[in-house]
DNA sequence: GGTGGTCGCTAAACTGATTTAGCAGAGCAT
DNA sequence: ATGCTCTGCTAAATCAGTTTAGCGACCACC
């Protein structure tokens, strides 16, 4: 890999000048009296011998790497994990960075190993990013250089990026009082374990308070809130086929995540309803599965691109403020329509 | 970012030693006649600083970095790419590498910045990796160094990591087979230009050749075989309704993956159809949502964490053989029954 | 005519490891 | 006593950059 590359003192040489003189044409150092001569001869020879510097040498001197590390508990492997990362390797090209990406898989050991392999390789500062949004605890070892949290907060005083759950939560509230629904409003997802344990979710309280404050507003109360263990689509089918055989039956299911409303949508077509005309369903997240639904499912999407932008945005460029909360925009799809009857 | 570590030369003086002997004792070199005092004193020492080698130090001059390149078109942003980066994580971790990684979204000039961002940073080796299993022209530039394709091929002579969609399809034919369907089998997601062209696709022609195949071998040939532009929910829904218009009925549908076989239930819902009872459903690649179908979506999976892993290991390891074709393992879900009637 | 300052540039130190070449002392044979 | 080998260890070079300290030439000024 890269053998006989030119080096600096190749470029040196051949524009007849010395290392010094170089480097600090290359790197573009104010206030030194090189001639523009110089400094011509300079780029020129680099141009010819394609010269490239050799990070390893500059890292040692300089202890700057132009890397971060990207550290996620689990989220890399997860489809959740495609945007946050994509978003990163975005922002960090544009600023001439690198990624160095590892998983913990929420194993201690794991997590160790991990971060000790990035302090090794002097990375000039870490994203440390989690699958569901939700409050961690930092390694001491990485808190000795820049951290910015994606998808999670701490109790150190650390910059972070989360999705406005809570202005998610009332926009979805307020697509469906705008389109007439006021009694009729099941919920689907409670969970008190998700909502009581910030070390579990962030998001499940977040949502539910920003849907109870919009409702509130406009004088509404939900009409059912169902519980799930889980918010997978087995979940939300046997939720939504408890709701069906309530009196009377919701005119609009607000799922707290679409793997809960791809559930709603499996108990509603065995049960001969359609969606939007017999009930509308809203939901979060914006999964590849919601644009593929039958029809497609209006959700608030997790801005996962945005959120790892800002990440590398915060960590390179300094965060003057801190946190970020990064807002989920509405996807309006097929699946809302006024309330039947 | 990890100031003040201790260094080797801590190391040596502390142990009374010289640089030269505490390098040497720590990397276990053979043949050095250092005593086991002094091995005892240089371990003792380095235990107690903590020491870890600087790895820029070390791979300017080794010209090694324990560092892999993973770059892809686009997998690293995709549900489908978990699987792959879990797994070469995994088997990198377990030999002491990290990974970089990089998506070049298909376009050359971020492809050249990104190969060079590698290359300025000594990587041992480069996997190339692509979303969907194809043939790929590598960038001659990372052909200085170790390279395996990942989910690919080329026309240079590399190792390649690749599903065996061939005798996935087999496997597919097989098992109806086994549950009795024989004359009603359909297929939806045939596609010219994907059996036509490596270059968008070498799983289309594999996994047709397989079912074919295995068909042909017990003397069956498939009922009706339906074409689609995309291989998305919409289409095996557009294709599904399309074969229940004609007569016979299928007994049982192939879909090409496992979003065409989510739009062909959206449409055997539609049209009052029961799965398996009325017609049975497989399909390819094992999508999350093949186990959130109801009935579960049999079908067979990419093995991505395997494949991710192979990578590694061929590149690391090094290559025998050179190509590696991963068994698509067969899931069995309830999808399946013996033809109705 | 010395002194001071600016200009344009360079030698050498430095980063932290690996690696080559070789030194001092012990033991042994001649 | 001399030469030889072996043992146990080290000094110094090396990797490819950055950075510090400073050199010689030239000019201006008093």
Redesign the interface.
Known sequence: ???NRATLADVARRAGLSKTAASMVLNGREGTRLSADAHQRVFAAAEELGY??????R??RT?K?A?IAFVSDIV????F???L??GA?DAA?ER?H??????TQGDAT?EQ??I???????????IYAAMATRRLTVPPA?L???VVLLNATSSDDLPCVLPDDDRAGRSVAAVLLEHGHRDGIALIGRNRLKEGDPEVSLAAEARLNGIREALGEAGVTLLAESFCTEW???HG?AATRGLLNRSPRPSAIICMND?LA??AY?AL?EAGLTVPDDISVISFDDD??AA?L?PGLATTALPHEQMGRRAVELLLDGAPTGNALVPMPLRRRRSLAPPAG
């Open positions: 890999m890269g053998r490239r510097p050799n990070v390893a040498a890292s040692l202890r790497t890397t890399a492997t997860t489809r994990a495609g945007g990362i994509r390797l090209r001439d690198v990624l160095l990406i590892t998983e794991f190993y991990a000790e392999a990035m302090l090794d390789r002097q990375v000039d500062g870490v990485i000795g250089g820049p997978l689509p087995e089918y793997r791809f559930g499996q077509g590849p599965i593929w039958r």
